[in-house]
């Protein structure tokens, strides 16, 4: 590995560094093998040949096959390269079985020459790829093994030690990719804990000094504002609708990690709890409400748009408050407000006349993504807005 290359993780330097001491150790027992039977070998040479291709690839394969060889995503051209010489290898160290042992050995069931060092190529290509990786090449060693009694023409078909010996090619394929499948996923788990509390400590020790300076001063000029009237009472809102929004953003917990592949989506509570202000109430579940991020923009630009309306139509004073439901198969979202209301007719009357504000940024949208929009007011009783997504349809 290079200066350049990226380093692997420590899980994956302790896997390949696990498949490089099995394999040296089985080329130990092969080379047992080897030398105990080689008297009785049709090319005794060739036994020896055999083993000495095996050791030539073991130490190769000890420094090639690193972390840096497979990207995470899975292997890239020259880990794809690695192991598919490695499977040839082992399959051809197999089939050469049958030109080194006599019709008569491989008949009463004598093992193939690398006896159990082929089992490493089916532990690289499931550490590598995963249970059906290491069942690939399961399989192709599993045809070898077939093809050396066919080769030798056995009349009495498979030995129990073949049999056998296929057998666990099979499980040390699906059992290692497995375990190596969860070992990735509780090292990324453990990764993701680590990062949350460093956060969560970081978002502790800011917020603490937030509420040692900056938030007690924008309390204190909230009040006198009030006090004082006039245009001081103004600057005394600003300063409470940034002191409300500066406490929503540090009692907020730790960022969502962003959508991933597999379609986790994004967290919508971020979208909605920035619009918490001294006039405006945001209301969120204490779990995550995934959509699709395409989806939960959406939604939070309709919400942005109810509480723009609320403010054009109802004043600066108005209340709004804006809750978040995560139904079984469904997002909820409802924006309700104390204003004067709306008499009967008023948004047909308003989409007549061109001003589509609310069919097309708010009901446009929701239909979209395939959900619903249900508006109820009355005059002196205030208006929600109650936008339904459906998970299904986003």
Not at 119 to 133: F, K, P, Q, S, Y
Not at 347 to 373: E, F, K, M, P
């Amino acid at each position: 590995m290079t200066a350049a290359e990226p380093r692997g993780t420590g899980l994956e330097t302790a896997l390949w560094r696990a498949v490089a001491v099995y394999r040296g150790l089985a080329l130990c027992y092969a080379a047992v093998v080897i030398a105990m039977n080689s008297g009785g070998y049709a090319h005794r040479l060739g036994g020896w040949a055999v083993l000495a291709v095996m050791a030539a690839w073991t130490g190769y394969a000890s420094f090639a096959f690193r972390p840096a060889a497979f990207a995470p995503g899975g292997p890239g051209s020259r880990g794809r390269a690695l192991l598919g010489a490695d499977l040839a290898v082992a399959a051809g160290c197999v089939l050469a079985t049958a030109w080194v042992e006599t019709s008569s050995n491989i008949s009463a069931g004598r093992p193939t020459l690398p006896v159990s060092w082929v089992a490493a190529a089916v532990l690289a290509w499931a550490v590598a790829g995963g249970r059906r990786a290491g069942i690939a090449a399961a399989a192709v060693l599993a045809a070898a093994n077939l093809m050396v009694h066919a080769v030798a023409g056995t009349s009495g078909g498979i030995g129990g030690t073949t049999f056998n010996g296929i057998v666990l090619l099979f499980l040390a394929g699906l059992v290692v990719g497995h375990v190596v499948r969860l070992a990735r996923e509780a090292e990324a788990r453990l990764a993701r804990a680590v990062e949350l509390e460093a956060a969560t400590r970081e978002r502790e020790r800011l917020a603490r000094r937030i509420h040692d300076s900056v938030l007690q001063v924008l309390a204190m000029v909230q009040r006198r504002g009030g006090e004082l009237g006039g245009e001081a009472a103004e600057l005394g809102r600003l300063a409470g609708e940034q002191e409300a929004a500066l406490r929503a953003l540090i009692g907020a917990g730790p960022a969502a990690p962003p959508a991933d592949a597999s379609g986790a989506g994004t967290d919508l509570r971020p979208l909605l709890t920035g619009h918490a202000s001294t006039f405006v109430t945001v209301s969120t579940p204490a779990t995550e409400v995934r959509l699709p991020a395409h989806a939960a923009g959406e939604v939070g630009a309709a919400v942005a748009a109810a509480l723009d309306n609320v403010r054009r139509h109802c004043g600066e004073e108005a209340r709004a408050w804006v809750l978040l439901e995560d139904g079984e198969g469904e997002v909820t979202v409802s924006v309700r407000d104390d204003g004067p209301g709306m008499p009967p007719g008023r948004l047909d009357r308003a989409a007549a006349d061109g001003r589509l504000g609310v069919a097309q940024s708010i009901r446009g949208r929701i239909a979209d993504l395939g959900g619903t929009v249900a508006i109820v007011s009355a005059e002196g009783e205030g208006t929600e807005v109650e936008m339904t997504v459906p998970r299904a349809r986003v």
